[in-house]
């Protein structure tokens, strides 16, 4: 299954959280909050299979991830040792294009990816352009001057809030510790994805 490239606004709608995080998709024209479709209003109790897979999918559509993305992550995560919905949650954090969005440099993790994609950043000052690079604690990603004076850039440096555990210079900025769990994606249960993986 390839990466979700339609509306956010209607995801956000579905799922009934803020996908990008900021509550735009609340805020823009009549700020709607029901499911889209002209049903959408409607009380329908979900069975367990819906309830485990849409919160999946709450995590695909926030951080941008295809299935098969997904599933790699949590296969990795549930061969490490502890909690394995921490630790998936905490493996997605550490992906290059959400750490230059949570350093402020880009207003949407869409936007983020983009500018890695387009070779725009270094990781411990050597060529990073895959999005879905991990990251680790110590690692330093630095924007290159390219970019720099990109008013978009500018402007996403002025809205957005750098995350309490990165460390920001300029342009460069340091992943200085793992998030804490209590600290990003309040919304999601990550136990309801680790049981819908189990018990597929």
Known sequence: MSRYLKSIFKKSRRYGISLLENNKEFTKGKGRTTAPGQHGAKKVKPSDY????????????MYGLN?????KIYKEASKKTGVTGHIMLQ??????DNLVFRAGFARTRAQARQFVVHNHFLLNGHKANIPSMQIKVGDVIEMKPSLQANVQVKDAMEAMTV?????KDGFKVTYSRLPERN?????????LIVEYYNRR
Do not use: G
Not at 91 to 96: D, G, V, W, Y
Not at 183 to 191: D, G, R, S, Y
């Open 50 to 61: 819906q309830l485990h897979l849409y919160e999946k999918q709450k995590v695909r559509f």
């Open 183 to 191: 600290e990003f994606a309040k919304e999601i249960n990550e136990a």
């Open 67 to 71: 299935e098969r993305q997904f599933k």
């Open 91 to 96: 493996m997605i954090e550490s992906r290059l």
């Open 163 to 167: 995350s309490s555990w990165l460390k």
